[in-house]
């Protein structure tokens, strides 16, 4: 699954980047943003389960905390 995310993640920052100047919403960046949003959405749970799905139950939330930090000072998925 998170192969298939990475995937569309991918495909759909390539279709940004072609998207034609002007370009038409409906068509041009419309659909690659909802590819996008979705793949982005499935990367971001997946290796948020994974981070902490080896932590104790009494340290879930602190493993949590330094992944969501990581993410912000890293920049994305760091698991």
Same mark, same amino acid.
């Given at each position: 699954?998170l192969?298939?995310? +990475? ?9 940004l980047? !072609?998207?034609?100047?002007?370009? !038409?919403y409906?068509?041009?960046v419309g ?10 959405t &499935? &990367? +971001? ?9 080896? &932590?104790?139950?009494?340290?879930k ?5 330094? +992944?969501?930090t990581?993410?912000h ?7």
């Amino acid at each position: 699954m998170l192969g298939i995310s +990475f995937t569309l993640t991918a495909l759909s920052l390539l279709w940004l980047a !072609r998207a034609p100047i002007p370009a !038409r919403y409906l068509t041009d960046v419309g659909p690659p943003l909802v590819v996008l949003g979705a793949s982005l959405t &499935v &990367v +971001f749970i997946v290796t948020t389960n994974q981070a902490v799905s080896e &932590v104790g139950a009494d340290e879930k939330g602190l493993a949590s905390g330094i +992944f969501e930090t990581s993410n912000h000072l890293l920049g994305g998925p760091s698991a």
